[in-house]
């Protein structure tokens, strides 16, 4: 019989090769609300899975927690599973004083700025998306935000307001804490990857106010939460 993954108790008995990996546990309740045929699946630490179905096409959804380990973790159980599409979807913070609250914000390629993938590949290694994902992401989503994103493994650092105006005047369009894990790693494990980030707080905003209001439901980022997760599925069931 077929030892369960240890983190996310998963097992090949998934049967797909979809996925839509998500930060909070929460968010995965809410893509319930868009599939069919909803089976719980596992909920253990901060990995709860449910599969469904999205257009006859069959998906598993997981959350991973917060930050770049536990979403490496999640990535490398799921390519263990049999999956081989993974999208996340998640929220960001603009980089940019023009990108609005609840827009949805795509990432072309990753500012590896966390510890965890130094430790799968050089640092002159990039991290992107797949390119097939991302075509369709376009398809689908044509006005949302493209661009460089930037990874980091924190939010309390002294220095936070220096290093985002910095990268902010490079061009980088928002900021994440899981894309450059979920990218490299699935670079190395030969997976389809992408990343939709709804924006939750305005370049220069307050961080508590903005997840604050996202976790309460403030009806722009409410809706661009439920924006980003039906681009999963339609990205996913194409």
């Not at 998500?22 to 596992?42: C, F, H, Q, Y």
Request: glycine share 10%; proline share 3%.
């Amino acid at each position: 019989m077929e030892e369960k993954q240890p983190h996310t108790q998963l097992s090949s008995e998934i049967n797909t090769d979809n996925a839509i990996i998500v930060g909070d546990p929460a968010r995965v309740d809410k893509v319930t609300e868009l599939m069919d045929n909803i089976r719980s699946w596992a909920f253990n630490r901060e990995y709860k899975s449910v599969i469904g179905e999205y257009r006859h096409t069959r998906i598993l959804v997981m959350s991973t927690g917060i930050g770049a380990p536990s979403a490496g973790i999640g990535v490398e159980e799921l390519n263990n599973v049999g999956v081989k599409n993974i999208i996340r979807v998640g929220s960001a913070g603009a980089m940019q004083k023009d990108i609005g609250l609840g827009e949805l914000i795509i990432g072309e390629g990753v500012v590896r700025d966390d510890g965890l993938t130094q430790k799968y590949v050089p640092d002159i290694y990039p991290a992107i998306p797949s390119f097939k994902l991302l075509s369709l992401a376009r398809k689908y989503a044509p006005d949302a935000i493209y661009g460089i994103i930037r990874s980091h493994d924190g939010f309390y650092m002294d220095d936070n307001a220096k290093n985002e105006a910095f990268w902010s005047e490079k061009g980088i369009v928002g900021a994440d804490m899981e894309s450059g894990a979920l990218m490299v790693i699935g670079r190395q494990r030969h997976l389809e990857t992408l990343s939709i980030l709804n924006n939750v707080v305005l370049y220069e905003g307050d961080l508590s106010t903005g997840v604050n209001n996202l976790v309460n439901g403030d009806d722009l980022m409410a809706q661009g939460e439920i924006a980003s997760l039906k681009l999963a599925l339609d990205i996913l069931s194409d």
